[in-house]
């Protein structure tokens, strides 16, 4: 009794140090970055026709060139879709843009080796990117996704998107000018999103362009592997036992992981759904959350002693900061609060040099459906949750890889290197068929 005892014992944990040896050989070793961005900047402009007018500028740093052979020489830029025109390279270093839809093949002006850092800027025309009465009734929502990449960080992630006209915005950001400007920190394939929002007749929004009619996707990237059948007779009828009790201990093994493991997965996928606004007949709507600040400025900078130039935080002759005093008040606070609930700056009282600056956010949150497809509270019931429709392999390979439904301005990019064969990313199939956007560079 004892030694069939043992002999189970063993069987199981043998059992045991196969699957978890076939789990560890399966995941691959994380290789070294090969590069890493300094800085991606996306300056956004809106146009009276609602598109974007978009210049993007990248500080690209080549940390490895496989000993010389690899050099970058040229990027796959992800971008929102393909509803885009226009594009002009701006910098020396960019010999000439391919568009390929959801991509851009940018070619270098040379190759780029291990330690070098290539600065690249270009401009387009973007449209289909932003969506009519997506939250509320009456406003209308672009939301954006740079490209992210997934082998290597990106140090400084930077949209700079202008305000005018804009009813709010998220998440939190500073503000420069009538700029907004978002920025962060991106670890290898973290991404980005952020959105701002605009009443309906601010400009000339068409249902015809909206992100959801557009499309720029790529299929994803699915994955292929090889199954097979292994098996054999042994020598004896104690080697054909041991082998139907190796097979029986791990799918035993199985079964018990399987007991473990399916609970917690679907509690996980319990919470998610109640968090993604669906469960027990809710729905996803937003609130605004306005933040009034009250600043008094110096009449004459205590520095220089010039005179405050209207609208300007920093004197503009030494740089010196023209705020006195600056804080955050409650609407109890200050008079009248109903005339400050827009996003912008507001003379307040008698003083010429009083203000209150507001910043107005859309925060979503999770509400009881009111049914029937009918709105409540200026929201669509039964809409979309807050969360964007993009729904992009994680994997990027070697373009975006968003399912075919996909209609925010999701994106990724990967770099190119001449002899690479990581990712299929120089066959001859990827080059063919471009539309070329040749270089306005004086050539020697």
Not at 272 to 292: M, Q
Request: glycine share 12%; proline share 4%; hydrophobic share 35%.
């Amino acid at each position: 009794m004892r030694n069939a005892v043992k002999k189970s014992v063993s069987l199981l944990l043998l059992a045991a140090v196969l699957v978890f040896g076939l789990l560890f050989s399966a995941v691959p070793a994380q290789a070294a970055a090969t590069d890493e961005i300094l800085n991606f900047t996306v300056t956004v402009d809106v146009n009276e026709d609602a598109s974007l007018s978009m210049v993007y500028h990248i500080e690209w740093k080549v940390l490895y060139d496989g000993g010389g052979s690899e050099k970058l020489e040229w990027v796959d830029l992800g971008v929102p879709n393909k509803y885009h025109e226009n594009i002009e390279p701006l910098s020396d270093t960019i010999k000439r843009i391919e568009d390929n839809g959801s991509k851009l093949a940018i070619y270098l002006d040379r190759g780029y080796g291990k330690n070098e850092v290539v600065t690249f800027e270009f401009s387009m025309k973007q449209d289909h990117m932003y969506q009519i009465d997506k939250y509320t009734a009456g406003e209308t929502v672009y939301t954006f996704t740079p490209a992210w990449f997934d082998d290597f960080t990106v140090d400084e992630l930077v949209i700079r998107w202008n305000s005018v006209q804009a009813g709010a915005w998220q998440p939190d950001c500073m503000m420069d000018d009538e700029y907004l400007v978002f920025s962060k920190q991106l670890s290898p394939g973290e991404r980005f999103t952020m959105s701002v929002t605009y009443p309906n007749d601010a400009f000339g929004f068409d249902e015809d362009r909206q992100s959801s009619k557009g499309g720029g996707s790529v299929d994803p990237v699915m994955p292929t592997g090889n199954g097979g059948n292994g098996g054999g007779n042994g020598g004896s009828k104690s080697g054909f036992n041991t082998f139907f009790e190796i097979i029986g201990g791990l799918f035993g093994l199985a079964v018990v992981l399987g007991f473990i493991i399916g609970p917690i997965v679907l509690i996980v996928k319990f919470i998610k759904w109640i968090a993604g606004g669906t469960g027990f007949g809710t729905e996803t709507a937003t609130e605004k959350k306005i933040t009034r600040t009250k600043i008094e400025y110096y009449d004459n900078c205590p520095s220089c002693g010039s005179a405050r130039e209207e609208g300007k935080d920093n004197c503009p002759y030494c740089g010196r900061s023209m705020i006195k005093s600056k804080e955050v008040v409650e609407e109890s606070q200050i008079e009248k609060p109903e005339k400050y609930t827009l996003n912008g700056t507001y003379r307040y009282g008698d003083s010429p040099n009083t203000y209150i600056r507001v910043n107005v956010v859309n925060i979503p949150v999770s509400r009881p459906r009111s049914g029937g497809g009918t709105r409540s509270g200026g929201t669509r019931s039964g809409g979309g949750s807050h969360r964007s429709s993009c729904a992009c392999v994680s994997s990027c390979a070697s373009s975006c890889a968003c399912a075919s439904s996909c209609a925010c301005a999701c994106a990724c990019a990967s770099s190119g290197r001449a002899g690479c064969s990581v990712k299929d990313f120089f066959k001859k199939s990827i080059h063919e068929g471009r539309i070329k956007v040749e270089s306005k560079r004086k050539k020697d």
